[in-house]
């Protein structure tokens, strides 16, 4: 299969997954987000996945903004579910997924790189749930996947003040786990899915789904929740103004 702007190539046993938008820094527009999911259907008998976004500047710098300001809350929920279908999709890949961040990674960007099981940035790399100046919180799994990985007190201040992180202090924080120079990551992420890609395939499997089992109980129920409250907050006042304010390229005056 082809997309227009999402990206499947295979080396060997490794597939890579490339946003391919970056006119739009890469931003996941709703026919992005639907290509994203074939191709990781596509992609399902690698035995490692790199996951990762085209040009200089961007990993995936959210989800495409112009298009969500005027949803309604019922078509706000459709594109929370699409986006979750995504990043579950992704959490339970059956091989292991890295995420190449190589450039911005905020918003929906920042979560596709939390679903992912490891997170190797380039020195470029900026990475932060942006959400709260749209008006609107993380809706595809930030909020529950974000704490789990740097904790509560880190993950509320990300949140509530929609800071971002450079990659030095991402690695710092632990929201990446390895940093490399920015000319180096493709070649560095290459070798490593390599290696997942040599390890015992159903042994590596087994892995994966055990170490995902530790939060199975209480995962499901928090990214239902955040899904409704997320939908929710489509229409209101502040909503409307933090993205008609991005569109228009202006600081919002919330009320």
């Given at each position: 299969m082809s997309w227009e702007t999402i990206g499947l190539e295979w080396d060997g046993d490794v597939a890579t997954i490339?946003?391919?938008r970056p006119d739009r820094l890469n931003a996941m527009n709703v026919e992005t987000l639907e290509a994203l999911e074939e191709a990781l259907s596509e992609a399902r008998?690698?035995?490692a996945l790199v996951l990762t976004g085209a040009g200089e500047k961007a990993f995936v710098a959210g989800a495409d903004i112009g298009y969500m300001a005027d949803l309604s809350v019922p078509e706000a929920q459709a594109y929370a579910e699409l986006g979750h279908r995504v990043t579950d999709a992704i959490e339970t890949f059956p091989a292991p997924v890295i995420a190449a961040i190589n450039g911005y990674a905020f918003g929906g960007g920042c979560e596709l790189a939390l679903a992912a099981d490891l997170r190797v940035a380039?020195?470029?790399a900026m990475?932060?749930?942006?959400?709260?100046?749209?008006?609107?919180v993380p809706g595809w799994g930030g909020?529950?996947?974000l704490s789990r990985l740097v904790g509560d007190e880190l993950a509320r201040r990300l949140v509530f003040f929609g800071e971002r992180l450079d990659a030095q202090d991402a690695h710092r924080f632990g929201l990446v786990g390895e940093l490399v120079a920015h000319d180096e990551l493709d070649s560095h992420v290459a070798e490593m899915a390599a290696e997942l890609a040599a390890k015992p395939k159903y042994a590596l499997q087994a892995a994966k789904e055990s170490l995902n089992q530790v939060h199975e109980s209480d995962q499901s129920d928090g990214l239902t929740y955040e899904r409704r409250l997320w939908s929710g907050l489509f229409g209101t006042a502040d909503q409307h103004e933090g993205m008609t304010a991005f569109v228009e390229d202006r600081e919002p005056d919330f009320e």
């Amino acid at each position: 299969m082809s997309w227009e702007t999402i990206g499947l190539e295979w080396d060997g046993d490794v597939a890579t997954i490339t946003v391919d938008r970056p006119d739009r820094l890469n931003a996941m527009n709703v026919e992005t987000l639907e290509a994203l999911e074939e191709a990781l259907s596509e992609a399902r008998d690698a035995r490692a996945l790199v996951l990762t976004g085209a040009g200089e500047k961007a990993f995936v710098a959210g989800a495409d903004i112009g298009y969500m300001a005027d949803l309604s809350v019922p078509e706000a929920q459709a594109y929370a579910e699409l986006g979750h279908r995504v990043t579950d999709a992704i959490e339970t890949f059956p091989a292991p997924v890295i995420a190449a961040i190589n450039g911005y990674a905020f918003g929906g960007g920042c979560e596709l790189a939390l679903a992912a099981d490891l997170r190797v940035a380039s020195e470029r790399a900026m990475l932060g749930q942006t959400e709260i100046d749209l008006g609107i919180v993380p809706g595809w799994g930030g909020t529950q996947r974000l704490s789990r990985l740097v904790g509560d007190e880190l993950a509320r201040r990300l949140v509530f003040f929609g800071e971002r992180l450079d990659a030095q202090d991402a690695h710092r924080f632990g929201l990446v786990g390895e940093l490399v120079a920015h000319d180096e990551l493709d070649s560095h992420v290459a070798e490593m899915a390599a290696e997942l890609a040599a390890k015992p395939k159903y042994a590596l499997q087994a892995a994966k789904e055990s170490l995902n089992q530790v939060h199975e109980s209480d995962q499901s129920d928090g990214l239902t929740y955040e899904r409704r409250l997320w939908s929710g907050l489509f229409g209101t006042a502040d909503q409307h103004e933090g993205m008609t304010a991005f569109v228009e390229d202006r600081e919002p005056d919330f009320e």
